[in-house]
Nanobody, 124 residues
Framework: QMQPVESGGGLLQAGGSLSLSCVHS????????MGWFRQAPGQARVFVAG????????YYADSVNGRSTVSRDDAKSTLYLQMNNLTPEATAVYYC?????????????????WGQGTQVIVSS
């Protein structure tokens, strides 16, 4: 099964904006809810944002709510995350994965494997 390919990360100053993309396999994208996760150095991977199939609903972690927008293009099997007014706390590697549709906060059980992620570094 194809691994997701995340891109769009980079180095930027606090207050800046960034747009991340994740191309996933059509089979994994399918009719799944999709989510973004991030892992900061020395910390566990955590949920950032999620979007239901056909974008019927969106979900955000408190840490990014109001400053981020998650979207999807089902025809391209691509997930997006627009992040604005970034703070150094956003520094992490960002990953995408199908979401557990019961919780909409956790990766789907047995979804496959994580991609390489895309690194975001926000300097103060």
């Amino acid at each position: 099964q194809m691994q997701p390919v995340e891109s769009g990360g980079g180095l930027l100053q606090a207050g800046g904006s960034l747009s991340l993309s994740c191309v996933h396999s059509a089979g994994s994208f399918g009719n799944n809810a999709m989510g973004w996760f991030r892992q900061a150095p020395g910390q566990a991977r955590v949920f950032v944002a999620g979007i239901a199939y056909r974008a019927r609903a969106t979900y955000y972690a408190d840490s990014v709510n109001g400053r981020s927008t998650v979207s999807r293009d089902d025809a391209k099997s691509t997930l997006y995350l627009q992040m604005n007014n970034l703070t150094p706390e956003a520094t992490a590697v960002y990953y995408c994965a199908p979401l557990d549709q019961t919780t909409m906060r956790h990766p789907q059980q047995g979804f496959g494997s994580w991609g390489q992620g895309t690194q975001v570094i926000v300097s103060s």
